[in-house]
């Protein structure tokens, strides 16, 4: 049978098993992964898998299962099994909340303009190897150098028991650099990565021997870095880090599921203010191109763009289909899942501060004793307390407006329902990366943005 | 065809196709979970994963491929891994892999109990432990229980052949609570290889009363103190901070803090820390590594001496060693899809004669850290973070809960400033490792 047909058919078995609702994700995944150390091959691996995700909704509780065995017997066999964990899922739900679909199936082939199919496997690694010369001949001192070249091509289909059919094939790139750099004794990493959905040209204007130089560049800036200073600073953020910073002081905690679980600081807070006037924080998986870009998510519905917090306002939650049903909102696309292994929650996908007024040397004016930081290494967040941190590559120590002294390896810290109302400028020059992000063991590629902003009353962890 | 004999086919298949050596892995794992959300069990899940993991060396080069079809051919997946080992250089540092050798016999790796569970002795485990986390203030409880039962598979060209079994069992629980539009949390998690291995109802207990606690978290301030750290921040330190920069990977790169270190002084005299990978009931604990040598114990840290590094076969033959058996697959050990790499096993601390108490008490005014998220920079040795969970400790006693409040020390000094040890060893997931106290630890808070 047609794997499509298959996952249809898959449909109709768990509604003939007495499912209120169900559907079924056809994924299959193909690629590459060429990793390059120090001048060998660490890895060359080719990629090609193919899954049918099954999902059943049984008064209120839901039953997951996949199988990559694609025959009818198989596929029968994993229906019965969503059902029955559905059913005892659901035995004590309460809350009887129907889903609601009321979106049209979708559908989109990206196709990449410079496909990496034309390039051989080995012009793939000598680009690895070209990054990381790249790398070592920019300065001796860079002493270890790492190189990730991956190519993947994502083909979706979604069919669901409200009528929804949407497919999606999606090609993504990314290109990664790390560098380690060491003199007298100190060795610092640098680290810099582009890519996003499409083709070569997605590495375009910054190929990858830019991202490479940029990697060592960071980490012989590094070697001169001393301990940052420990307290609660104004901090001017580079977009990189602010990205990073709405991410997690805002995003997670505006996903529905963990409003829906009691989990989150901005439960019941839809239509009050959280932050200054300055402040825009949008979701759009529709922005082409990006690392984040969801034309379709991975329950079929067609994603659009969401305004989360506008003028200071929070606007909107981020929804998949079970939560957009439970809180009477229209669904956004959000709902998306890591593989056909995984059941889809609500996560982001481009995740910005939109464009402000200020142009990013007046962030700086007036700052008697500040720190700009740069480049971002990861971040958390604790969604019900609200509390958040995420680590920057760079800070600089800011003092009457300009810059001094280079720091290193500085956590920042601060609280989801004061820090965008200490947000007070906000620059226009926006701009976005790669990143994934990770939530119940499962990582989806996201983007993050945003233009320079400047942030008051942060606490930086640091050396006394 | 049994899993074994597609890795022992698919073997043979690349080095007819030309590889100089190769290996497969294989997985069957089928994992039960089902969550908790707000006090009602809303989601399960049955995930059986099966397939095999291929790799293929050329003149040192390192091709991987994987299949989730075992009635596939093959050849296919072989050939895909053997042409992606041919499209990268030469390596002369790759020697060999593996050869054949006997396996460890551990015992507590299996409980039949984990691999007979049903989807309903999960939900009704569930709703058992639910009522203990209800207490004034409390505003949502959460959990997650995950049984899980695998085998693994290897086999290679020099004829290893192994095949492994075992179980584990995942708890975590995740309380909120609400005082207004003041919210607090506080969460518990762990894993055994054994049903009875975890204390559920003490755990949930503690994550309520915690959540309930934390209302009442104020700021601490910025300071330099000595610090107890107990409970999961003791992984961050000895898992994440230790055993990971003994990465023979790392270290023969220059990539770690303790890179120009070995054989060197590092740390307070009492110290020693071991990665036993063949302990009884140990949570990562196995027969073999991802590449089949067997697992072993590894001597990492001792009289404050760095003693072992943490090998698979690619870098023992590099550096001229046997290798500890830690060989790993990125994505962890049931996954086939990753590249070979190398993880600590079980880390062992040897403990003190301490009480936390004393330590608490000693202190006199600090800080008790229990978690963070946070982990080390391996390069230069920055500990960095924001304590999760954390307590002010005033006239020698645990006194309020802390918020936004980040502490920071470079590994190095900490493993020197450990002024005590505790004597009772915390086990979490694959660490037993003893309280410490550190003196001089840098504090940076909103007040």
Redo the contacts between chains.
């Keep these: 049978m047609d794997p499509r047909d298959l996952a249809r058919r898959a449909v109709e078995i768990c509604i003939e098993l007495g499912a209120e609702f169900a559907d079924a994700r056809l994924l299959s995944h193909s690629g590459l992964r060429v990793e390059v150390a120090d001048g060998r091959v660490r890895e060359v691996k080719s990629m090609d898998e193919v899954g049918l995700a099954l999902r059943c909704f049984v008064g209120g509780g839901w039953g997951f299962t996949s199988t990559s065995i694609l025959m009818l017997d198989e596929v029968e066999r994993a229906c019965r099994e969503a059902f029955k964990l559905a059913k005892a899922a659901g035995q004590r739900v309460e809350e009887k909340a129907s889903l609601k679909c009321e979106c049209r199936g979708f559908s989109i082939h990206v196709k990449p303009r410079v496909d990496p199919l034309n390039l051989s496997v080995e012009e793939k690694v000598e680009m690895c190897l070209g990054m990381e010369r790249e790398m070592r001949e920019l300065d001796s001192r860079v002493r270890s150098t790492s190189s990730v070249y991956l190519e993947a091509r994502e083909e979706l289909f979604v069919v669901n028991s409200l009528g929804l059919e949407s497919t999606a094939i999606m090609p993504t790139l990314l290109v990664v650099a790390s560098a380690y750099a060491s003199e007298a004794g100190v060795t610092q990493r640098g680290y810099e990565s582009n890519g996003g959905v499409g083709g070569l040209e997605v590495l375009e204007p910054k190929g990858p021997k830019a991202v490479a130089r940029d990697a060592a560049q960071e980490a012989l800036e590094l070697l001169k870095a001393k301990s940052p200073p420990a307290g609660k600073f104004t901090c001017i953020l580079d977009p990189e880090l602010a990205g990073v910073f709405i991410h997690e002081a805002f995003g997670h905690a505006c996903e529905a599921d963990i409003v829906l679980s009691g989990g989150s600081i901005l439960e019941g807070m839809i239509g009050k203010s959280v932050g200054s006037r300055e402040v825009v924080v949008k979701d759009d998986p529709t922005l082409k191109g990006l690392f984040g870009y969801t034309p379709v998510d991975s329950e079929g519905v067609e994603g659009r763009g969401t305004t989360i917090v506008e003028m200071g306002t929070l606007k909107s939650y981020l929804h998949s289909l079970e939560t957009s049903s439970r809180m009477s909102a229209k669904p956004t696309g959000n709902g998306r899942a890591q593989g056909y292994m995984n059941a889809p929650i609500v996560r982001m996908t481009n995740t910005f501060i939109d464009r402000g007024s200020w142009k990013v040397e007046e962030l700086f004016e007036g700052v008697e004793r500040g720190v700009y930081a740069k480049g971002s290494s990861y971040g958390y967040v604790d969604t019900a307390k609200g509390e958040f941190v995420f680590k920057c590559s760079r800070l600089y120590i800011v003092e009457r407006g300009e810059l001094k002294q280079l720091c290193r390896d500085a956590a920042l810290s601060g609280f989801t329902l004061e820090v965008l109302r200490n947000v007070d400028a906000v620059a226009g020059d926006l701009s976005f990366k790669p990143g994934l992000c990770g939530k119940e063991g499962q990582w989806v590629r996201v983007s993050t943005g945003s233009p320079h902003i400047r942030v008051r009353d942060v606490v930086i962890g640091g050396m006394l | 065809m049994q899993l074994l004999d597609v890795c022992r086919r698919a073997v043979e298949e690349a080095v007819r196709a030309g590889a100089d050596a190769s290996d497969a892995y294989g997985v069957e794992a089928n994992i039960l979970k089902?969550v908790l959300?707000?006090g009602?069990?809303?989601?399960?899940?049955?995930?059986?994963?099966?397939?095999f993991g291929i790799r293929a060396v050329v003149r040192?080069?390192?091709?991987?491929?994987?299949?989730?079809?075992l009635n596939a051919d093959p050849r296919e997946v072989a050939v895909?891994?053997f042409?992606?080992?041919r499209?990268?250089?030469p390596?002369p540092?790759f020697k060999s892999l593996p050869t054949p050798s006997s396996y460890p016999s551990i015992s507590g790796l299996y409980d039949s109990k984990i691999a007979s569970m049903g989807?309903?002795d999960l939900?009704d485990l569930c709703?058992s432990l639910v009522d203990l986390a209800k207490r004034d203030k409390v505003?949502?409880i959460?959990m997650s229980v995950e049984a899980v039962e695998f085998k693994r598979f290897v086999a290679n060209s020099n004829g290893v052949e192994g095949v492994d079994e075992g179980t584990l069992f995942a708890f975590e629980v995740?309380v909120?609570a609400?005082d207004g539009?003041n919210?607090?949390?506080s969460s518990e998690a762990n894993a055994s290889r054994f049903y009875g291995g975890l204390d559920l109802q003490g755990m949930t207990l503690k994550a309520s009363e915690e959540a309930v606690k934390?209302l009442n978290a104020k700021s601490y301030k910025?300071?330099?103190a000595s610090v107890v750290f107990s409970d999961r921040v003791l992984a961050t330190i000895f898992i994440d901070g230790v055993a990971s920069a003994l990465n023979a990977d790392l270290v023969q790169?220059?990539?770690s803090?303790l890179?120009?270190k070995v054989g060197e002084k590092v740390a307070v005299e009492k110290l020693t820390v071991v990665d036993d990978g063949a302990r009884a009931g140990g949570l990562l604990s196995m027969k073999f590594d991802c590449e089949g040598t067997p697992r072993g114990r590894t001597l990492l840290i001792d009289g404050g001496f760095v003693r072992g590094l943490l090998h698979n076969s690619y870098t023992s033959g590099k550096a001229g060693v046997k290798s500890t058996g830690n060989a790993s697959r990125v994505g962890g050990d049931l996954d086939f899809?990753g590249?070979i790499a190398i993880s600590p096993s079980n880390v062992v601390v040897e403990g003190g004669d301490w009480s936390l108490e004393e330590m608490i008490e000693e202190v006199k005014v600090g800080v008790l850290v229990e978690d963070t998220?946070?982990s080390p920079?391996i390069?230069?040795g920055?500990l960095?973070?924001?304590m999760?969970k954390g307590y002010a400790i005033e006239g020698g006693e645990v006194k309020y809960p802390i918020?936004?409040?980040?502490?920071?020390i470079?590994m190095l000094d900490l493993l020197r400033k450990i002024r005590a040890l505790g004597k009772r060893r915390v086990k979490r997931f694959g660490l037993e490792a003893p309280p410490i106290m550190v003196s001089d630890v840098?504090?940076?808070?909103?007040a």
């Design positions: 089902v959300e707000k009602v069990v809303k989601r399960a899940s049955a995930t059986h994963d099966v397939g040192g080069s390192q091709g991987y491929s994987y299949s989730t079809r895909k891994a042409r992606a080992a499209a990268g250089p390596d540092d989807v309903e939900v709703y505003y949502s959460n995740y909120t609400r539009i919210m607090a949390s934390y910025s300071c330099t790169r220059g990539r803090y890179a120009e899809r590249r998220d946070d920079n390069a230069t920055d960095s973070a924001m999760t918020k936004q409040t980040l502490f920071a470079n840098s504090i940076a808070s909103k």
